[in-house]
């Protein structure tokens, strides 16, 4: 961390800058984001219209992993079930044989692999990697810290993937805290301890 004021790296547990002595809870330090293996310093926090556009992006790789996915794995069988679900229609099998089990294999493997997997690896996979962003964080240059500035582990990133369920099931209230917190901070970020940076 580096002091607000005078810019000389401090300790992340001190209440004032050893060096110019400026009271840190009224002058907030600064962190430092490692990006691609350089140091690159920021105190824009990614606000919440950045992230949504960030989110849209990543939504289209997703789903063209999906596709991929379900074309070489043969899911398509799960997601047409799925498919029959939400519209109301008797669920049948690729021989047209109404299914009775309430939850068919065919399509607990699709769900399992397309809803829960692929976002998980590919948000956390690429949050903890060196470049600390997924594709879409790259595109509207954001990336994801801990709250000293540095790169985040793949567990801090799964929690802070599967937090996001939590900002789900409150009506995306959680999501709501980015746009009002002061670091904007969403309740997943709050629950792993993470912050997103604007690349200046």
Same mark, same amino acid.
């Given at each position: 961390?580096?002091?607000?004021?005078?810019?000389?790296?401090?300790?992340?547990?001190?209440?004032?800058?050893?060096?110019?002595?400026?009271?840190?809870?009224?002058?907030?330090?600064?962190?430092?984001?490692?990006?691609?293996?350089?140091?690159?310093?920021?105190?824009?926090?990614?606000?919440?219209?950045?992230?949504?556009?960030?989110?849209?992006?990543?939504?289209?790789?997703?789903?063209?992993?999906?596709?991929?996915?379900?074309?070489?794995?043969?899911?398509?069988?799960?997601?047409?079930?799925?498919?029959?679900?939400?519209?109301?229609?008797?669920?049948?099998?690729?021989?047209?044989?109404?299914?009775?089990? $309430?939850?068919?294999?065919? %399509? *607990?493997?699709?769900? /399992? !692999?397309?809803? #829960?997997?692929?976002?998980? &690896?590919? @948000?956390?996979?690429?949050?903890?990697?060196?470049?600390? $962003?997924?594709?879409?964080? %790259? *595109?509207?240059?954001? /990336? !994801?810290?801990? #709250?000293?500035?540095?790169? &985040?582990? @793949?567990?801090?990133?799964?929690?802070?993937?599967?937090?996001?369920?939590?900002?789900?099931?409150?009506?995306?209230?959680?999501?709501?805290? #980015?746009?009002?917190?002061?670091?904007?901070?969403?309740?997943?970020?709050?629950?792993?301890?993470?912050?997103?940076?604007?690349?200046?």
């Amino acid at each position: 961390m580096y002091c607000g004021k005078c810019g000389q790296k401090i300790g992340s547990d001190v209440g004032f800058c050893p060096f110019c002595g400026v009271n840190l809870k009224l002058v907030p330090p600064r962190l430092v984001i490692r990006h691609r293996g350089e140091g690159m310093t920021s105190d824009s926090y990614s606000g919440f219209w950045r992230r949504f556009l960030a989110f849209l992006i990543d939504l289209l790789f997703i789903i063209l992993i999906g596709a991929g996915l379900c074309l070489f794995l043969g899911l398509w069988e799960g997601v047409r079930m799925a498919y029959q679900i939400l519209r109301g229609m008797p669920v049948t099998n690729a021989q047209g044989v109404v299914v009775s089990s $309430a939850l068919p294999t065919a %399509l *607990a493997i699709s769900f /399992a !692999v397309l809803i #829960i997997i692929v976002p998980w &690896i590919y @948000f956390a996979g690429l949050e903890a990697s060196r470049n600390q $962003a997924t594709l879409g964080k %790259l *595109a509207v240059r954001v /990336a !994801v810290t801990d #709250i000293h500035g540095e790169r &985040i582990t @793949f567990l801090r990133a799964t929690l802070r993937h599967f937090g996001k369920f939590i900002s789900i099931i409150t009506l995306f209230a959680g999501f709501t805290l #980015i746009a009002l917190t002061r670091q904007n901070q969403g309740l997943h970020d709050m629950i792993a301890g993470t912050l997103m940076f604007l690349h200046k």
